[in-house]
C-alpha cells in the first residue's frame, strides 16, 4: 500500500484513495444501515494519518468516537486479513467538537453581512421580490457603513428601510411594507429555532478548522448535527454552504499538489439542494468545480446519486457506492443511473450488484494516477481504527477541555454595528426636529407693541375707586353751591 494513499478495502483487486486526486472530490452515497457512515470513517481517519485536516458533520451523533481507539475485536481483525490490511491497528485520533448552539462543543458564528443576501434568502426560502428587498438592505448596509452582524442589526436595517421608502426609491427602487413584514415573519421564525445564535461574533476563523497535532495528525472538526438538522435542517445546509464559500474565496491557489490541504465532508447533502433556486446550484457547482485548485476535497454523503443535481455529480470523481433496494418503479430507475455513473465492468453487472451488497461492502471507482476513473470493482471495505459508539459525557468534556481553540470563541461579542447605529441616528434625527421645532415657536411669537399697556386688576380697582370718589365729592361740591345760590 503506498504511502500517499488511502487504503480502502480489496476485491477483485486492491482499491486505494490516491492523495493527490482527493481534491478532485467524492461520493459516499447508499440507503440507510448498509455502512456510508463506517465509510466516512474510514476515510477522515486516512486523512487524519497522512496530516490532513478533515471537517464533518455528525448527523447521528455517534462519530465522537474517532477521538478513542476501537476495542479489539475478532470480526475487525478478520475482515483486516481479509482484505490484507497488514497495517491494521485500532488508535485515536485528534478532535475539535463544534456546535452552532454551542453545547456540545465550541460555538461558530457567523455575521449576517459575510453570509450574503443569496444564502440567507435562500435560508429563508424567499420569493424573488422579498429577495430583492434582501439585497437592498445589504446595499444600504454597506453606503451608509452599517455593519450587520446579527439578527437585530438586520431587524433594524429592515425597519429604516420601511420608513424611508420614498427617500430610496428613486435610488433603489420600490420598497413594501408588506414584502419587510414577510421578511421580519422568517426572521422570527428562525429566532424559534435557535438560529440566531449562529449570527454573530467572534467569528470563525479558517485556521482554527486547518490544524495538525504534535505528531502530525490532522485534526478532525467535527460538526454537532443531530439537533441542528432536526431543528433547522436548512440552516445547517446553508452553514455548510457558507463555510465551503470561505475555503474558497480565502485560501491561495495551490494548484496540483500532493494531497490536499484539507477535506470537507457534506452528510446529508440533499438537504442542500431540496428546493434550492437555479442560481443557488449554480453557486455550489462553481465552488465545487474550483475549490480543488485552492486544495479542498468535497465529498458528499447521500443516500441515493440522484439527490445531487448532474452539475455537481460530474465532478465528483471517487465513488463509495453502498447498497441501494428497488422497492418501488421510482427506485429501480434511481438504482440504473447509480449504475450508469461508474466505469463499466465487463465481469461485474453493476446495476444488479448495487442491490446484492452486503453491509460493510460497496462498489469502488476512484481516480487513478492519470485522473481517470479506476473500472468499478465490487469491495469489501476495511475495519474502522476507532470506536465506532460515540464517547461518554466525561470522555467528551475531556476532549473539549483538550482543544487547542479553548476559550476563543466561548463569550459572544456585540459590538457598534447597524442596530446600534441606527437608534443612535434616531435619537440624533429627534433631538434635531425637537430644535427645530421649538426655533419655529420662537419666530412665531409677535413682539410687544409699544405705547399704553394693559393694566392689571389692581390698577383698574384703584382708578375706579378715584374716580368714584371723585364723581362724589364733585356732587357735594355742586348741591352745596346751589343752595348758597338760591339762598341769595
Known sequence: MANQSIYLGKGDHEQSLLLRQANRHGLIAGATGTGKTVSL?????????????????????????LAKACEAKPKFEERARIVGYADYETTPFPLIF??????????????????????????MELNDTQEGILNI?????????LPILDFKDLRALLNNIAERHKEL???????????VGAIQRRLLQLEQQN???????????????????????????????????????????????????????????????????????????????????????????????????????????????????????????NRIQHALRAYTPKDQKAIRAAAQTFRKNPSLDTETAIQELGIGEALVSTLDEKGIPTIVDKTLIIPPSSQLSPL???????????????????????????????????????????????AERQKTRQPKKPGRQRQSIWESMAKSVVRSIGSSVGRKIGRTLLKSLFKK
Request: aromatic share 8%; glycine share 8%; no cysteine.
Open 137 to 145: 438592505a445589504f446595499s444600504i448596509a454597506e453606503d451608509e457603513s
Open 195 to 317: 438560529a440566531e445564535l449562529f449570527f454573530g461574533e467572534p467569528e470563525l476563523e479558517l485556521q482554527d478548522l486547518m490544524r495538525s497535532n504534535r505528531d502530525g495528525q490532522g485534526y478532525i472538526n467535527v460538526l454537532a448535527a443531530d439537533q441542528l438538522m432536526r431543528k433547522s435542517p436548512k440552516l445547517y445546509a446553508i452553514f455548510l454552504m457558507w463555510l465551503l464559500s470561505r475555503l474558497f474565496e480565502e485560501l491561495p491557489e495551490q494548484g496540483d499538489a500532493d494531497k490536499p490541504k484539507m477535506v470537507f465532508f457534506f452528510d446529508e447533502a440533499h438537504l442542500l439542494f431540496d428546493r434550492a433556486p437555479r442560481i443557488l446550484i449554480d453557486r455550489i457547482e462553481q465552488v465545487v468545480r474550483l475549490i480543488r485548485s485552492k486544495g479542498v476535497g468535497v465529498y458528499f454523503v447521500t443516500q441515493n446519486p440522484t439527490d445531487i443535481p448532474d452539475d455537481v455529480l460530474g465532478q465528483l470523481g
Open 169 to 179: 426609491r428613486s435610488k433603489y427602487g420600490n420598497v413594501s411594507s408588506q414584502s
Open 41 to 65: 470513517r474510514i476515510l477522515a481517519e486516512g486523512f487524519s494519518r497522512q496530516g490532513i485536516p478533515v471537517f464533518l458533520a455528525d448527523a447521528k451523533g455517534d462519530l465522537s468516537g
Open 392 to 438: 461518554s459525557e466525561a470522555e467528551r468534556q475531556r476532549v473539549l477541555d483538550d482543544s487547542p481553540v479553548l476559550g476563543k470563541y466561548d463569550e459572544a461579542l456585540d459590538r457598534d454595528s447597524a442596530h446600534e447605529r441606527l437608534l443612535e441616528k434616531a435619537s440624533q434625527t429627534e433631538q434635531e426636529e425637537f430644535e427645530r421645532k421649538s
Open 98 to 123: 463544534w456546535d452552532l448552539y454551542g453545547k456540545q462543543g465550541h460555538p461558530v458564528r457567523a455575521t449576517i453581512q459575510n453570509m450574503g443576501p443569496l444564502l440567507l434568502a435562500s435560508m
